[in-house]
């Protein structure tokens, strides 16, 4: 498939797969049309953060790329990062108080040598030798090589200074993560979607960038609610299939009341749940393993979606156009079997849509097979998001 | 039955207790009145404004976050709403009240350099363009959370009065009047409310800089108009749990 590589040419392709392999092919003007009065659209209104961070290795004077990954559970403890089951049932345990449970200091990041994001990830040198306790000049901001964490380029920084200090100089130096598809230098409002909020996230929710003011408009015209919950996406991709494999990072979410309150009425109503990209799916299905009811607050989502995957809450997503082997395409076989989503991408080479954050989009509604389901009335019928 | 005034009075203050508040031009005449007035009130307050000593000093003194950044420089908007939203979680007014007179001393249109008015326009007029469509996210979040979410526009009489002189001012102060007006339109449905202030002839260092012979004993003190906006606020935004447990009380 194409790359998109700009993000001053929105593509504005819609492929629809729906719940028995069909395609259709659309544009994305037309997601104005789909889904029907009750559903709920669900967004992921996380803002990202600039962070690509270039400076020196203090203690070899080299250069360095530090790109901040995830969050650290408050407390300290690392789930998937650290791979130790144990440490894992401690990273869901939210301290009372804490907004989105995360130490706002330190950050899971990935170490890169010289170059920048013109090179692809998987050919940049490794960074220099990192130990505990290495200072690194980033711009205005110093970092602390807390710990590594089983490989040479994943380390736990702690920022010294204040939060303000952190802030201003992630304003001032920090650049949004980008990779080689796109050459251009991206600024914070190409990766900013229009529901961008809290400043939480590390790479764009970009399934986002397919919504704007005038399609929600729509939507609530016809009795179509948009809700949105905070998910904090992590970094996609470090070049390194080792670290990819152990990707996403458990990455804390918040789901407001009221967001959980519409989902949970809608569904016991018939109504269907729409995610808008994949970290949605996490952190709805997250925060749904008990019993299939949508718990308000903050937690961590841990763990991979895939084939395996029963969905509890959300009907159908949409999403960019992932490619076999991704790890958000993993996250897709628990919409479609691996057939369907073959002959998609297919299809969607053949027809020239584009991939990546700034390209096509994708909705793919649920196979039957992959519900779990007991308590919902049974609504999901061909051409349920009808209307195209 | 007697006005219980005390209880009036506890009513007003609690009801912006936590309400997140970013202004503009914060440092200074009726922004720094702002800042102070709705720290008072219990307002978590973020303030913008272009010179690093000044913004520490206003920091210090009113316990705000104090935020550098030129509202005037589209590369700057990005960054400030980055750490608007970074330090209050979310928002759910914005005070777009940093203002450029344009050229200074005041000049008619013909005598006015090009750069005065782009200078005006970009700080008055596409600064808090820039900065609201940065920040409709969190102004939308908050509004969905039925927090409410209203955007204040600092305007003026010469948005609507032909004063010779004031051009470039002017001009860009009604285009930022009728932007409010028709963004108040648009995004009613997004439960986000728009207003344009008018806060009259303040006793600010801007009025001196236009007019140094003004008397400033006949201008009215920034601190009033501060405290008539600080109103419009209380009206403006649904109300807070704390207020509705005062007046339950």
């Not at chain 1, 999403?319 to 076989?333: A, C, K, V």
């Not at chain 2, 914005?94 to 005065?116: F, R, Y």
């Not at chain 2, 108040?184 to 439960?191: I, L, P, S, T, W």
Request: proline share 7%; net charge neutral.
């Amino acid at each position: 498939m194409i790359a998109a590589d700009s993000p001053d040419r929105p593509s504005g392709k819609l492929m629809v797969v729906d719940a028995h392999g069909g395609f259709r092919h659309r544009q994305r003007a037309d997601l104005a049309a789909l889904f029907q009065p009750g559903d709920v659209v669900v967004a992921n209104d996380a803002a990202t953060l600039p962070a690509s961070l270039r400076g020196t290795h203090a203690p070899s004077g080299d250069p360095i790329e530090i790109r901040l990954a995830g969050w650290v559970p408050a407390g300290g403890k690392l789930g998937m990062v650290a791979g130790d089951q144990r440490q894992r049932s401690a990273a869901r345990r939210i301290p009372p108080g804490s907004v989105v449970g995360r130490d706002a200091g330190r950050f899971i990041a990935i170490a890169f040598g010289q170059g920048d994001h013109r090179t692809p990830t998987e050919d940049r040198p490794p960074p220099p030798a990192l130990f505990p306790g290495d200072r690194i000049q980033l711009g205005p901001l110093v970092a602390v090589v807390n710990r590594l964490l089983n490989h040479p380029r994943l380390l736990v920084l702690c920022f010294l200074g204040t939060r303000a200090d952190l802030l201003a100089g992630l304003a001032r130096h920090g650049r949004p993560i980008q990779y080689a598809h796109v050459p251009k230098p991206l600024a914070l409002w190409d990766v900013w979607t229009n529901l961008a909020a809290d400043p939480v996230a590390f790479e764009p929710p970009s399934a986002g960038f397919a919504l704007d003011w005038r399609l929600l408009s729509a939507w609530r015209r016809r009795g179509i609610t948009l809700t949105t919950l905070t998910h904090a996406a992590g970094i996609s991709s470090t070049g390194d299939p080792t670290l990819d494999r152990r990707l996403p990072f458990d990455e804390p979410y918040t789901i407001p009341p009221r967001t959980a309150a519409s989902i949970n009425r809608a569904m016991a109503k018939g109504g269907r749940i729409v995610a808008i990209g994949t970290t949605v799916v996490r952190a709805l299905e997250s925060a749904a393993k008990a019993d299939g009811i949508v718990k308000p607050g903050s937690g961590f989502a841990s763990g991979r979606i895939g084939q395996a995957s029963r969905l509890r809450i959300v009907d159908a997503i949409l999403t960019g156009m992932h490619q076999p082997g991704e790890s958000h395409f993993e996250l897709l076989r628990a919409f479609a079997d691996a057939q369907d989503l073959n002959r998609a991408t297919s299809e969607a080479t053949e027809r020239g849509y584009r991939a990546h954050e700034f390209g096509d989009v994708m909705l793919i509604e649920r196979r039957e097979q992959n519900w779990v389901g007991g308590c919902r009335p049974t609504v999901a019928v061909a051409g349920a998001f009808g209307s195209y | 039955m007697p006005v219980n005034l005390d209880k009036a009075e506890t009513v007003t203050a609690s009801s912006l207790r936590g309400r997140r508040i970013a202004i503009t031009g914060g440092t200074s005449g009726l922004g720094l009145a702002l800042v102070r007035q709705l720290r008072d009130q219990g307002a978590r307050v973020a303030f913008v404004a272009r010179t690093a000593e000044a913004v520490d000093r206003t920091a210090k003194q009113t316990d705000a976050i104090g935020i550098t950044g030129d509202v005037g420089r589209k590369d700057d908007i990005y960054p400030l709403a980055l750490q608007i939203t970074g330090h209050l979680g979310g928002l759910d007014v914005l005070i777009n009240n940093a203002s450029s007179l344009g050229p200074v001393p005041l000049a008619p249109l013909a005598d006015t350099q090009c750069e005065d008015l782009e200078r005006a326009l970009g700080v008055n007029l596409l600064g808090p363009f820039r900065l609201t469509k940065a920040l409709m996210g969190a102004l939308a979040a908050s509004a969905r959370e039925a927090r409410g979410a209203l955007v204040i526009n600092i305007s003026s009489d010469a948005a609507v009065n032909a004063y010779p002189n004031w051009g470039a001012y002017s001009a860009s102060k009604a285009a930022l009047r009728h932007m409010t007006a028709i963004w108040n339109a648009e995004a009613q449905d997004d439960g986000i409310r728009f207003l344009a202030v008018d806060p009259r002839d303040m006793d600010t260092p801007l009025h001196a800089a236009a007019d140094p012979d003004a008397d400033p004993a006949m201008l009215k003190r920034p601190e009033v108009s501060a405290a008539e906006i600080v109103d419009r606020i209380v009206e403006g935004l649904p109300p807070s749990p704390a207020r509705l447990e005062a007046v339950r009380s």
